[in-house]
């Protein structure tokens, strides 16, 4: 599932969000403080992973696709 830090972002993360996943990754370090100052609680048990992919590519782009899926190639098995 995918949710953004902005409140107009088209979901935007909330405790209940958080609560739901095991794992939380963002792209950049300064969207770990942001969720981190306003969800450390929901926070406390939960894993989040900095990609460090800069956050300035239009959705679908194929160099963003193709970084998401060797940063996350860690994380989400391929077979």
């Known amino acids: 599932m995918s949710?953004?830090?902005n409140r107009d972002a088209?979901?935007?993360?909330s405790d209940e969000l958080i609560e739901w996943a095991d794992y939380i990754f963002?792209?950049?370090r300064p969207h770990r403080k942001k969720l981190q100052d306003k969800h450390r609680a929901a926070l406390?048990?939960?894993r989040l992973?900095?990609?460090d992919i800069p956050d300035g590519f239009e959705l679908m782009?194929?160099?963003?696709i193709h970084?998401?899926?060797?940063?996350?190639?860690?994380?989400?098995?391929t077979n």
């Not at 088209?10 to 993360?13: K, N, R």
Request: aromatic share 4%; net charge neutral; glycine share 4%.
């Open 3 to 5: 949710a953004g830090t």
């Open 10 to 13: 088209e979901t935007p993360l």
């Open 26 to 28: 963002v792209m950049e």
């Open 44 to 46: 406390k048990d939960k």
């Open 49 to 51: 992973v900095v990609l």
């Open 61 to 64: 782009d194929p160099n963003l």
């Open 67 to 77: 970084m998401l899926n060797v940063k996350m190639s860690r994380w989400i098995p």
